[in-house]
């Protein structure tokens, strides 16, 4: 099957600087890359996703870069607020199933 | 927030017993997934319903099963339960084939003593 990676575990940032994660995952045939944010008690939200299909997507302050070649993913936050303190999650998706990361805890120093 | 709905929230079991979450998908989504997500780690994929059928199976032992029905809502079944299926159980649902995005519901705690 399917295997992700994702690192940092823990990532401390001052407010305005940029953050950076970063997924590896195994399986070529993976054609799918969402980004998952999740707050303390709540249920992961999607901010970013990407296709196989796509090098680079951007939204705003985030982004997502696809190197299929050396199968690695990260998500790019820039100017970063206290208010994007969370858990992210990178996941692939192959065939039905999607295997996610084990998470970034994130935090943002005002 | 998403159209998707779990019940109950939390839940407090026994070893041994069995259990049984549900999941209301989002208005038009025919596929289902269920996850277990324990403390501090990432979702783990148990399995997927599309059309009221399984078609997708994580590395999961057979006492968690799970229905879908006609109208796509879902129930997972976990029998003879352990300490260690003490975690979040989130459903997530999704549209027809071609539509990537899942969405996640709220998720129920169960914490099995």
């Known amino acids: 099957g399917e295997n992700v990676e994702q690192h940092p575990s823990t990532l401390s940032v001052q407010e305005g600087d940029s953050a950076v994660i970063k997924c590896t995952y195994s399986d070529s045939a993976s054609n799918y890359f969402p980004w998952y944010k999740q707050e303390l008690g709540k249920r992961p939200q999607l901010i970013i996703d990407i296709r196989s299909n796509v090098g680079e997507k951007k939204d705003q302050r985030i982004a997502v870069t696809l190197n299929k070649t050396a199968k690695h993913f990260s998500l790019h936050i820039t100017e970063t607020q206290p208010e994007d303190s969370a858990v992210y999650f990178c996941a692939a998706r192959r065939s039905n199933q999607f295997y996610f990361g084990t998470g970034t805890s994130l935090t943002v120093i005002p | 927030e998403t159209g998707v709905t779990q019940s109950p929230t939390h839940l407090i079991k026994t070893r041994g017993q069995q259990v049984t979450l549900r999941c209301s998908s989002q208005?038009?989504?025919?596929?289902v997934s269920w996850y277990q997500q324990a403390l501090g780690q990432g979702p783990q994929f148990i399995f997927q319903?599309?059309?009221?059928?399984?078609?997708g199976r994580g590395n999961f032992p057979p006492r968690f099963s799970g229905l879908q029905f006609p109208n796509y809502s879902s129930e997972l079944n976990v029998n003879a339960l352990e300490l260690d299926d003490s975690a979040l159980y989130l459903c997530?649902?999704?549209?027809?084939?071609?539509?990537?995005?899942?969405?996640f519901g709220p998720g129920t705690r169960l914490l099995v003593l």
């Open positions: 208005s038009g989504h025919n596929t």
């Open positions: 319903y599309y059309r009221e059928e399984e078609n």
């Open positions: 997530a649902s999704r549209g027809t084939s071609g539509q990537e995005t899942q969405y």
